[in-house]
T-cell receptor, first 111, second 113 residues
C-alpha cells in the first residue's frame, strides 16, 4: 500500500459525458501527478500540481483539467469524453521532486 | 526532452534462471532513473531508484540495476527469478524537480516453470 488513494476504482460512462477522478496523496506530500495508461500510448504524464498550484504539464488534452485543493487532494476532470479516453488513470504523490508513489488507479471505460 | 527505450516488449525466462531487462534513456540533463513493476490489475510499485551516488542500485524482491552514464543505460537484473515475478516492468526517467516521469513502453516478464 503506497498511501495514495484514488476513487472510484472503476468508472463506466458514455461518449460526450464528463467525469471527475479523485486522488488523495500520501500524508505530508505536497506534489500530485496524474498519468494516463492506455494500450496505444503507454504510460503518459498529464499534469503536476504542487501545494495547490500547477507546476508542470505533459500530454494533457484541452478537454482535461485538474486542480489541487487546500487539503492537498486533487481532482482530474475529463469532459466531452471519447472512446479513446478509455484508460487507466493513475495519481502519484511525492514529498520532493524525485520519488513518486502511485495510487491503485481508476479504470475509465467510455462506451 | 527525455525519452526511454525498453528494447524488449516480452522476455520469457525459466524459473530460477537469471534475467536482465534492458533500458536505455536519452536526456540533455542529469537524470533520476527508476524501475517500476505492475502486477496484473494493480498499480505501479517502485522497485528501485537511482538518484545519485553508487551506480549499482539494489531494490526490493532481489532486483538490482546498474546506471551506466556512458552507455545511457539502466538495465534491471535478478539472479534467479520466481513465478511471482511475472509482471510488467517499466523503466522511467525524470529530470528531477517538477518533472513528471517519462516511461518506457514496458517489458512483460514471463516466467516459465
Amino acid at each position: 500500500d503506497s498511501g495514495v488513494t484514488q476513487t472510484p476504482k472503476h468508472l463506466i460512462t458514455a461518449t460526450g459525458q464528463r467525469v471527475t477522478l479523485r486522488c488523495s496523496p500520501r500524508s505530508g506530500d505536497l506534489s500530485v501527478y496524474w498519468y494516463q495508461q492506455s494500450l496505444d500510448q503507454g504510460l503518459q504524464f498529464l499534469i503536476q500540481y504542487y501545494n495547490g498550484e500547477e507546476r508542470a504539464k505533459g500530454n494533457i488534452l484541452e478537454r482535461f483539467s485538474a486542480q489541487q485543493f487546500p487539503d492537498l487532494h486533487s481532482e482530474l476532470n475529463l469532459s466531452s469524453l471519447e472512446l479513446g479516453d478509455s484508460a487507466l488513470y493513475f495519481c502519484a504523490s511525492s514529498a520532493s521532486g524525485g520519488l513518486q508513489y502511485f495510487g491503485p488507479g481508476t479504470r475509465l471505460t467510455v462506451l | 526532452a527525455q525519452s526511454v527505450t525498453q528494447l524488449d516488449s516480452q522476455v520469457p525466462v525459466f524459473e530460477e534462471a537469471p534475467v536482465e531487462l534492458r533500458c536505455n534513456y536519452s536526456s540533455s540533463v542529469s537524470v533520476y532513473l527508476f524501475w517500476y513493476v505492475q502486477y496484473p490489475n494493480q498499480g505501479l510499485q517502485l522497485l528501485l531508484k537511482y538518484l545519485s551516488g553508487s551506480t549499482l542500485v539494489k531494490g526490493i524482491n532481489g532486483f538490482e540495476a546498474e546506471f551506466n552514464k556512458s552507455q545511457t543505460s539502466f538495465h534491471l537484473r535478478k539472479p534467479s527469478v520466481h513465478i511471482s515475478d511475472t509482471a510488467e516492468y517499466f523503466c522511467a526517467v525524470s529530470g528531477g524537480g517538477a518533472d513528471g516521469l517519462t516511461f518506457g513502453k514496458g517489458t512483460h516478464l514471463i516466467i516459465q516453470p
